[in-house]
C-alpha cells in the first residue's frame, strides 16, 4: 500500500478554536481523498472527502483543503467543539480500483477542551 | 439500513485458541474488507473481498490468519491459534463500486484481547 503521512498524532484545541490536521501522499494516481471520524468504542465513518479537481469543500464546520502540486490536504474544523473529540483519519484511494479501497494516514486524536 | 454487523463485539481468549469473527456487510455491497487496529500500527487493511472472492490478502501478518466469505452476506475472520500480539479491534467493512459512490462503511468492531 502507498503511504499517506499524518500530522499531528495528537491535537488539543480549545472550545471554539479551530483544529488543523494535515496529510500528505505520495502516489499521484490517488484520486479520491475522504477524512474518516472515528468515536471512542465505534468503527471510522465518513466525515467529508473531496476530489483533486477543486482545491476546497466545506460542509458545516469542517472544510478540506486539498494542493495537488504539494501532494497535501488537510482538514480544518471551525469553531471546535467538545463532541468533535475523536480520532480522525485521513486517507487515500484510487477510484474503481479494488472497491475504493483506502490507505488510511496513521490518525489523530483531538481533544477539545471545554 | 442496519449497517455493517459484527460479531461478537468483545471478545477475551487465552493464547493458543481459535478465534472466529463474524461480519455481515451491508446488503448489495460487492466489495468487503477486514481491518485491524492497534496503538502501534494503526489501521492495517488485512484482506478484500470482490463478489465473495478472496482478492488480496497480503495484509494477513501469517498462516495463523485466515478468512474465508462463503456467501454475499457472510464473512469469518479466523485465528488458530491466537497470541497476545493478536490482541487489537478488528473492523469489518463493506463497499458498493459504483462512479459516484466511494464510500466505505465499517462496523462497530471486534476488541479481541488474548491473554
Known amino acids: 500500500q502507498q503511504q499517506v503521512k499524518q500530522s499531528p498524532q495528537s491535537l488539543i484545541v480549545q472550545k471554539g478554536g479551530i483544529s488543523i490536521i494535515n496529510c500528505a501522499y505520495e502516489?499521484?494516481?490517488?484520486?479520491?481523498f475522504p477524512w474518516y471520524q472515528q468515536f471512542p468504542g465505534k468503527g471510522p465513518a465518513l466525515l467529508i472527502a473531496?476530489?483533486?479537481?477543486?482545491s476546497e469543500k466545506k460542509e458545516g464546520r469542517f472544510t478540506i483543503s486539498f494542493n495537488k502540486s504539494a501532494k497535501q490536504f488537510s482538514l480544518h474544523i471551525m469553531d471546535s467543539q467538545p463532541g468533535d473529540s475523536a480520532t480522525y483519519f485521513c486517507?487515500?484511494?484510487?477510484?474503481?480500483?479494488?472497491?475504493?479501497?483506502?490507505?488510511f494516514g496513521g490518525g489523530t486524536r483531538l481533544m477539545v477542551k471545554p | 439500513d442496519a449497517g455493517v454487523i459484527q460479531s461478537p463485539r468483545h471478545e477475551v481468549t487465552e493464547m493458543g485458541q481459535e478465534v472466529t469473527l463474524r461480519c455481515k456487510p451491508i446488503?448489495?455491497?460487492?466489495?468487503l474488507f477486514w481491518y485491524r487496529q492497534t496503538m502501534m500500527r494503526g489501521l492495517e487493511l488485512l484482506i478484500y473481498?470482490?463478489?465473495?472472492?478472496?482478492?488480496?490478502d497480503s495484509g494477513m501478518p501469517e498462516d495463523r490468519f485466515s478468512a474465508k466469505m462463503p456467501n454475499a452476506s457472510f464473512s469469518t475472520l479466523k485465528i488458530q491459534p491466537s497470541e497476545p500480539r493478536d490482541s487489537a479491534v478488528y473492523f469489518c467493512?463493506?463497499?458498493?463500486?459504483?462512479?459516484?459512490?466511494?464510500?466505505?462503511?465499517f462496523g462497530e468492531g471486534s476488541w479481541l484481547t488474548v491473554v
Open positions: 473531496i476530489r483533486p479537481d477543486v
Open positions: 467493512a463493506s463497499s458498493l463500486l459504483s462512479i459516484s459512490g466511494n464510500t466505505i462503511y
Open positions: 502516489n499521484t494516481a490517488f484520486d479520491y
Open positions: 473481498f470482490n463478489n465473495n472472492v478472496p482478492i488480496d
Open positions: 486517507a487515500a484511494s484510487i477510484p474503481w480500483n479494488a472497491g475504493n479501497m483506502l490507505t
Open positions: 446488503s448489495g455491497h460487492d466489495y
